[in-house]
């Protein structure tokens, strides 16, 4: 599971981010400032950074933070002229993403960040998943999923042998906010278990489900 480490001083935005995020099977520590930076970075195999933070332009603090540990680093900005989107380049940014922005295109920005570190194909048996694209397919043939069957999916390759609770999946993949119920869980593994026969979920009775890891 990677470990995003994202710096918004948007109390709103940032934890709507984090949120989406985690729902999304990543780990995600969000701070507000640059003063702590330094302590996460380590720990972090992509960063998201907006660029005009509360205590200054965090783009002065970018070069001296990828000097620790070479990341990935997508900025966010209001700021949307070409010079501008250079200077965060040019600092050592990865990929510049513009405020107001859709959560689905920002996490296909990360999946294209993370691909050299591995996560451009998931195979289990005769099953292949493309992160970046969300294209799914079985013994070489496209399989068509929902998106949160894809993403339940995504978390259960990420975490295989790792049991999961049926509230926990609830929270990862939907949210509370979107009150479903546990039956939601049970229908979504029962698709996926059709639509992709390989895929061994284990039942575990009043708890919830694990993916036998191969």
Known sequence: MSHVLLIEDDKLLGEGLRQFLETQGFNCTWLMESAKVEKHWYHADLVILDRQLADGDSLAHLPTWL????????????KIEVEQRV????????????????????????????????????LYGSIKVEPGSRAVYW??????????????????????????????LLNKI?????????????????????????????????????????
């Open 87 to 122: 200077e965060g380049l040019m600092a050592g940014a990865k990929d510049y993403v513009v405020k107001p922005f859709a959560h689905q295109e920002l996490l296909a920005r990360i999946y294209a960040q993370l691909r050299p570190l591995g996560e451009s194909q998931l």
């Open 67 to 78: 000097a620790l540990k070479a990341l990935p680093v997508i900025v966010l900005t209001a």
């Open 139 to 168: 013994q070489n043939e496209a399989v068509t999923l929902k998106p949160k069957e894809f993403d339940l999916l995504l978390l259960l390759l990420q975490n295989q042998g790792r049991v999961f609770h049926r509230e926990g």
């Open 174 to 214: 939907w949210g509370y906010q979107a009150f479903p119920t546990t039956r939601t869980v049970d229908n979504h593994v029962l698709r996926l278990r059709q639509k992709l026969p390989d895929l061994a979920i284990e039942t575990h009775r009043g708890v919830g489900y694990r993916l036998i890891a191969q």
